[in-house]
């Protein structure tokens, strides 16, 4: 019997995808099937036009999405978000002409999993997929702490004043986190602090971020921001446009839906 071939070279590429368990580009993906590239980018968007693959915005990989749950294995938590939040992030650029990084809570620390810095001309500082920002400077941190309830928050700066460096003595400076927690109440987001001078070079201007957290089932799962430079955006229209993005990804669609 004559099977079709456009099917089976679909389905090599998920079940590549699945065996590897990781987010493959499409060099990758040549090498392991020996589809050529053009054929590919057609199987591929075939694939996300039906929500069972997804590309990441940072990075430009394919991964799975749950929507293929059934095959048991090669699906990451990463990939459950990106597919509801990527389309967003470059939504959210568009309207603001300024780029997003969203990152997932990980135990004590948060984890960049998506950005929409590629998309942008104004930001340099593009390579940023697992940067782990601080989480008392940054506005992701200060989002993320402001943004849990009182129990969940003690509990993160307990763990993060047993750790290492800066951030266990700004975790027990009670003036600093009385007045980060205030700032957030008043302005409804988090600002990175003024101090936070990482990833900044001498040819260029600091830049600024504000950030929300993103809850799902009472607890912060992860926080999304937008980077810009102070004095050439409106603050108040960046925070309605991040308000809107949140508000999605709190309330993310069931797969396949």
Known sequence: MKTIRALR????????????????????????????????????????????VCRGLGDGRYRLTATLAT??????????????????????????????????????????????????????????????????RSA?????????????RQALLKRLSLGPGEAAGLARDRDYLARLVAEFAELGHARRDPAERLMVSAEEPGYSAIALPIRRAGAVRACLNVVFVPGEAEEAQLAQGL???????????????
């Open 71 to 136: 095959l048991g294995q090669g699906i990451s938590e990463d990939a459950s978000w990106l597919v509801s939040a990527t389309p967003l992030l470059v939504e959210l650029h568009d309207t603001l002409g300024w780029p997003s990084d969203l990152a997932r809570v990980e135990g004590a620390s948060l984890r960049i999993i998506e950005t929409s810095r590629p998309l942008s001309r104004r930001i340099r500082h593009r390579e940023v997929l697992g940067f782990r920002p601080g989480p008392l």
């Open 140 to 152: 992701l941190g200060r989002a993320w702490l402001a943004g849990s309830e009182e129990g969940q």
């Open 9 to 52: 070279r679909g389905l090599e590429v998920l079940e590549i995808m699945a065996r590897r368990g990781e987010p493959l580009g499409l060099a990758e993906l040549h090498r392991a099937t020996g589809i050529d590239k053009s054929t590919l980018l057609r199987l591929l968007a075939t694939l996300g036009e039906r929500g069972w």
């Open 243 to 257: 308000r809107r993005v949140v508000t999605a990804l709190e309330t993310p669609a069931s797969p396949g839906a």
